[in-house]
């Protein structure tokens, strides 16, 4: 059994959703391998820092996560593999990229209660003195609040209203 730890620099963004590992950051590594009957068995405990935006309110956000992960590299053989011993080496770069891309979150935010941006003037809402949305109407529905507001026309005819 073998134990190492490293820091490895990654040379391309992983992930492509609102957060990503940025090209040059850099993962830290706690390896365990350990040879077992069918080649070797890699698990350890990835860390990495994301950075991207808020999917509320755009906001640059950064946050450091951390994963497990265990595979086991087999002999080649007659068989295909994912993972492979290769020339006495195993190479953690899809196991470990792949853990730490199913880490980020589907919907990042700069804090839990975010509340966004305002639908309005796209500011945010954490920023404004309130915190409440401005109050406005789409103008698509002017026309149906003046319809509404005003008498019915026709309503002259109904009974009762003649004097
Ligand atoms: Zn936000």
Request: glycine share 8%; with cysteine; charged share 25%.
């Amino acid at each position: 059994m073998r134990e190492t730890e490293r820091d490895i620099p990654i040379s391309e963004s992983w992930g492509e959703g609102l957060v990503s590992f940025a090209a040059g950051e850099n993962v830290h590594l706690e390896v365990r391998l350990e040879s077992v009957h069918e080649g070797i068995l890699a698990s350890g405990i990835a860390e990495a820092r994301y950075t991207g935006e808020c999917g509320r309110c755009l906001t640059a956000i950064e946050a450091p996560v951390e994963v497990e992960f265990q595979e086991l590299f087999a002999y080649p053989g007659d068989e295909a593999n994912d993972f492979e011993v290769q020339d006495d080496h195993v190479d953690l770069e899809n196991l470990v990229r792949d853990a730490l891309v199913l880490s980020l979150p589907f919907q990042p935010v700069c804090r839990p209660d975010c509340p966004g941006l305002d639908p309005v003037t796209g500011e945010r809402l954490a920023d404004v003195p309130n915190g409440e949305p401005q109050q406005s109407t789409d103008p698509r529905w002017d026309a149906l609040a003046q319809f509404t507001s005003e008498p019915a026309e026709g309503a002259e005819d109904a009974p009762g209203s003649q004097t």
